[in-house]
């Protein structure tokens, strides 16, 4: 604690985040209970663990069979100890860890997870969902408001929009998945087979969905590399035409990729039109075996070109391109249409979260950096998430005071930017 600033992290404890990525599934769904294998595989305490903590527990060696298991409905409190247990201990100083540590401390009372406290922590699960918890909870982490990417929705029309502002997702109108159009189908009823009648469809989300929206959200990085080129509407429509046949003549990965460009190159010169900022996904994927370091290493140099042929079109690069960061300090330095956004960064790697922030704001413009999402599904999560946050803002800041890069008296303007002012400024159509 030796480098803290008593006034600073004060501060910051008291500010208000802005939280500008969730996926939180409606306070409905969560309290109907209803088991779903992608939302919510159990409604018990081991749902704090799906998202996330999961990940920790498998690349520690738990078998997947117990992994499942423990994430399973029906399986009892004990049983479920006692599977987790010997590679809780393994995981217990990450991240994702610590934050849901702070969960159980600040939610449910207990400081850790233990043979003593676990019967403990699974009553308060079930205790705490009761109608209005979400807004209980936020009240708690000291957060404005939420910007949710929904799980459930490419753009949910949400109970709460005084606390859940909504990104429309455009995933599903570019990947050109089976799942994409299985989602488009199951929303709208149509099953398109020409470009044009696609094109249709995403004009009528934008028209339906663009005036409530804070922003696109595109998680392709998932999937593919960051280049889009300019693609011709003549060849995007003889590609769709085939890509929608079914099986007869697929396309080839490149020609996949360049029906992908022309789409999302059209979802992002849709929602420019409509004044919304474009936000990525960027660096570090989710889950665990299966990513491809070398593309996700591309992310940064790849953007160049579409940074360049959208200059009138704001960009969210998300999760600081971790583990590129500097390069996304870069790309924020150069183009005056970066913004990045710190969400789920801190838990991947508190330090490196620090160490990030502290680099940034002495490299770009204070505007341009959102500080906090929590990228859960579990409200209960959000509130260890933000605990890890405001404990590194406050590190990073005290550090820049102590050893003299910035003046103590500017600390508040700064910190009452990046946690919420700048947020508030830059996306439109936040709660009223
Ligand atoms: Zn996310």
Redesign the pocket.
């Known amino acids: 604690m030796r480098s803290l600033d008593k006034h600073i992290t004060d501060l910051v404890e008291q500010t208000g985040f802005v939280d500008t ?3 939180l599934i409606e306070e409905s769904t969560r309290l109907s209970g209803k088991i779903d294998v992608r939302l919510m595989p159990c409604n018990d305490w081991a749902y704090l663990f799906a998202i996330y903590a999961k990940d920790d527990l498998a690349v520690a060696g738990m078998p997947q069979a117990d992994l499942r298991k423990f994430l399973s409905p029906e399986v009892s409190t004990d049983c479920k100890y006692e599977l987790v247990k010997p590679y809780w201990n393994r995981i217990k100083d990450t991240g994702y860890a610590q934050a849901l540590r702070y969960t159980f401390r600040g939610l449910y009372g207990v400081a850790d997870l233990t043979e003593e406290t676990v019967h403990q922590i699974a009553e308060k699960y079930i205790e705490t969902l009761q109608p209005g918890f979400y807004a209980a909870i936020l009240r708690r982490a000291k957060i404005d408001y939420c910007q949710v ?1 929904s799980a459930e929705r490419i753009f949910m029309e949400t109970a709460q929009p005084n606390i859940l502002a909504q990104d429309l997702d455009v995933i599903d109108f570019c990947r050109c998945a089976k799942l994409d159009f299985a989602r488009v189908n199951a929303e709208t009823g149509k099953e398109p087979t020409t470009l044009e009648a696609w094109l249709e469809i995403v004009d009528q989300y934008f028209d339906a969905f663009g005036p409530k929206a804070v922003a696109i959200k595109c ?1 392709i990085a998932y999937s593919r590399r960051l280049m889009f080129s300019p693609v011709d509407e003549a060849r995007a429509s003889r590609l769709f035409a085939r890509h929608s046949t079914n099986g007869v003549n697929p396309l080839s990965s490149g020609e996949l990729t360049a029906l992908q460009d022309f789409l999302f190159r059209y979802c992002v010169r849709k929602a420019t039109a409509y004044g919304l900022p474009v936000k990525l ?1 960027t660096g570090y994927l ?1 889950g665990s075996g299966s990513m491809q370091l070398a593309r996700v290493r591309d992310n940064a140099a790849d953007l160049c070109d579409l940074l360049q042929d959208f200059p009138d079109t704001q960009f969210v690069l ?2 600081i391109g971790y583990p590129f960061e500097k390069e996304f300090i870069a790309l924020a330095k150069q183009y005056a249409n970066v913004r990045i956004d710190m ?2 960064a801190w838990i991947i790697s508190p330090i490196a979260s620090v160490r990030f922030l502290k680099e940034f704001l002495l490299a770009v413009p204070a505007n341009k950096l959102f500080t906090f ?1 929590g ?1 859960h599904y579990a409200v209960e999560a959000i509130y260890g998430h933000a605990c890890i946050a405001r404990r590194g803002i406050g590190q990073a800041i005290s550090e820049l005071v102590s050893e003299g890069w910035i003046e103590r008296q500017e600390a508040p303007e700064i910190i009452e930017a990046i946690m919420r002012g700048n947020a508030l400024r830059f996306f439109p159509n936040g709660p009223a």
């Open positions: 990525h969730e996926h990417n998680l996904h989710a998300m999760h969400c789920w999402g990228d």
